[in-house]
Nanobody, 128 residues
């Protein structure tokens, strides 16, 4: 099963942008679905954007729709999350994960509670 190392987090002002990166331990195409999740203080982990490697279908949570974009670099086994117009409520630790079955929507909506090789994540703090 793939493991990931997340990076790119930091402190940013509201309205700012960040790009998160996720380095995979192997070939990202070995997984069917890749996704970004986040966990805010005192809240459960939630899926925010997931991509199906087979057909490219992307699911994005309503809370970040139009602001966050998931992408992948297959040649370098990297997953990215471009985050624009950041809001204080985006403050969280961000993680990436992979699944071998299902759909991008299923992974994002239900995958947070399933077992994954969660990495250390990368902290994003949005504050003025």
């Amino acid at each position: 099963q793939l493991e990931f190392v997340e990076s790119g987090g930091g402190l940013v002002q509201p309205g700012g942008s960040l790009t998160l990166a996720c380095a995979a331990s192997g070939f990202i195409l070995d997984a069917k679905i890749l996704g970004w999740f986040r966990q805010a203080p005192g809240k459960e982990r939630e899926g925010i954007s997931c991509i199906n490697n087979a057909d490219g279908i992307i699911y994005t949570a309503d809370s970040v729709q139009g602001r966050f974009t998931i992408s992948r670099d297959v040649a370098n086994n990297m997953l990215y999350l471009q985050m624009n117009n950041l809001k204080p409520e985006d403050t969280a630790v961000y993680y990436c994960a992979a699944e071998g079955t299902g759909t991008s929507q299923d992974m994002c909506v239900s995958g947070a509670s399933r077992r994954h090789n969660w990495g250390q994540g990368t902290q994003v703090t949005v504050s003025s």
